[in-house]
């Protein structure tokens, strides 16, 4: 069984297609896309599909998408984050909504698997708003190592339709070859981590990697096309 995620409520309004394909969704905050009621919208359709809900929090960034690092004091970094999971959190208590991971965006997710400092940030936000709630996180990252000191539960996530360094860091947006738009090549990199524990790199090196989840990103151009496809061959929780 393998579980599906996408990054939801970014204004794409494509939610009602995406919904029924995936096991779990991280659904904006509102600080780099979205708003309050495109987040009700994503929940009620997580719930009507079963979908597992997550938030999905950012730098508070809306010209950038929150895909650039923000030059921002660790305070007003964790109240931001803080101020985006309590909204969240409230809007999910309205539907009766179990809020079951969290799972930091862009900058800062890619971030705080390197920097440590900003990864205690992102933790203590979290445990200040939420007394029991799952974290996505990369495999061998920092991120990883202060949230089980914390004692956060983690879920260890990769990316489906990402390349990936020798490091295990994502292939930067800004090269052509960061993203994987072949739905063929996509089912064959979720598999070979699902069952083998270990992705080829843009170099074409193998290395060890462990995920239980697996993102598609909902903005890339043919993200419906791949998630159909990946429906149709694996199985998902």
């Keep these: 069984m393998i579980d599906i995620n996408c990054d939801l409520g970014e204004g794409l309004h494509n939610e009602h297609i995406i ?41 508070p960034d809306r010209q950038n998408f929150g895909r650039k690092v923000l030059d921002i004091s660790n305070n007003n970094l964790q109240k931001s984050l803080e101020d985006q ?21 862009g900058a800062l997710y890619n971030l705080i698997a390197v920097n440590r400092e900003k ?17 996505y996180v990369p495999y061998q990252s920092r991120i990883e190592e202060i949230a089980i000191q914390s004692g956060l539960e983690i879920v260890y996530e990769a ?17 052509s ?30 290395k060890e990697i462990k995920a239980s989840t697996f993102c598609v990103h909902g903005d890339t151009k043919n993200a419906i096309e791949i998630l159909q496809y990946l429906h149709e061959y694996i199985h998902t929780k």
């Excluded at 309590?86 to 991971?101: D, G, M, S």
């Excluded at 990864?119 to 029991?132: L, N, P, Y």
């Excluded at 994987?180 to 070979?192: A, M, P, R, S, T």
């Design 19 to 59: 919904m029924p394909l995936i096991s779990s969704c991280n659904i904006s905050c509102g600080a780099h896309a979205g708003s309050i009621e495109i987040i009700d919208n994503v929940i009620q359709l997580a719930i009507q599909h079963k979908v597992k809900i997550g938030a999905h929090p950012s730098f």
């Design 177 to 206: 070859n960061a993203l994987i738009e072949d739905k063929h090549e996509v089912l064959k990199q979720v598999q070979k981590i699902s069952e083998k524990q270990l992705v080829t790199t843009v170099n074409f090196h193998e």
């Design 85 to 105: 999971l309590i909204v969240f959190k409230e809007r999910a208590l309205l539907q009766n909504a179990t809020i079951h991971h969290v799972k930091p965006h």
């Design 159 to 175: 990316f489906a339709d990402r390349r990936y360094n020798e490091d295990l860091s994502l292939v930067s947006r800004t090269l």
């Design 119 to 135: 990864a205690s940030v992102v933790i203590a936000a979290i445990q200040h708003v939420f007394e029991a709630v799952k974290l």
